[in-house]
């Protein structure tokens, strides 16, 4: 399977090397890591599915506190809900297709537009996804001041993807080969739809045709990040960025 280098394109839109790695800004000894400038921080977070999205989102919410909004978990929600636009968006999920904008925009502004995500600052999980989502919330005044692209290669992705489970009960992602879940919870541990080889395929597919267009939209915010390491050496990274934010 042919990888594609998202990095690669990166470089075309920022005109700049894809090593983006710095050291934390200074501080001063036993002062806590926290971030460094005045007023509240804005970072979208974006790559193919199984990229490690949802694990550095993690760690950046425990450590800089920001309100995490997710794209697909407002799309989740709304699937579960069986409201008209998620039982829409089902249809283009089930199939591994780019849910249209009409489907997700509102949600997204109605999400970063609560008086939390205005103090706190906010962290823009995967969305926008391609070229008219960005200028469907640039249009209504959101701009991020990093915009974090992760890469890891296709082949890479695909195997992620389809070894992950689902604990129902707890909402927990396990891999059946990276993060094994415990023996006693395999028996109700799920699948998504969408997490079959087929699916991933197409979906990376979907991402790749637009992933361009919306590094382009954010060239001169964009830090592109190596997604193909351990998650502290890729959190480490991105803190770099944030503390410098």
């Not at 089902?90 to 249209?100: A, H, I, N, S, T």
């Not at 509102?106 to 939390?116: H, K, N, R």
């Not at 205005?118 to 005044?141: F, H, M, N, T, V």
Request: aromatic share 4%; net charge negative; glycine share 8%.
């Amino acid at each position: 399977m042919a990888s594609f280098t998202l990095a690669a394109s990166a470089a075309q839109f920022a005109g700049a090397k894809l090593d983006s790695r710095r050291a934390p800004a200074p501080r001063a000894q036993g002062r806590r890591a926290v971030t460094v400038s005045a007023g509240p921080k804005r970072v979208m977070i974006a790559g193919a599915p199984a990229s490690g999205k949802g694990t550095q989102c993690e760690l950046i919410v425990e450590k800089y506190g920001l309100v995490h909004i997710s794209a697909g978990d407002l799309l989740r929600a709304a699937v579960k809900e069986g409201t008209p636009a998620g039982l829409e968006a089902k249809e283009y999920m089930d199939r591994g297709d780019l849910v249209p904008d009409s489907c997700v925009v509102t949600m997204v502004v109605d999400a970063l537009d609560t008086p939390d995500a205005k103090e706190k600052g906010w962290l823009l999980d995967g969305y926008p996804r391609s070229a008219s989502q960005a200028d469907a919330i640039a249009e209504q005044g959101i701009e991020p001041d990093s915009f974090l692209l992760l890469d890891v290669p296709d082949e890479k992705l695909v195997e992620r993807v389809v070894g992950r489970r689902l604990d129902p009960e707890t909402g927990k992602i396990y891999h059946m080969t990276f993060s094994p879940p415990p023996a006693d919870i395999v028996d109700r541990l799920t699948q998504r739809s969408d997490d079959t080889e087929e699916k991933a395929l197409n979906r990376l597919k979907v991402h790749h045709s637009n992933v361009e267009a919306v590094v382009g939209k954010y060239a001169d915010k964009m830090k592109a990040i190596d997604g193909d390491r351990a998650k502290t050496e890729v959190f480490a990274e991105i803190c770099g960025i944030i503390d410098e934010m």
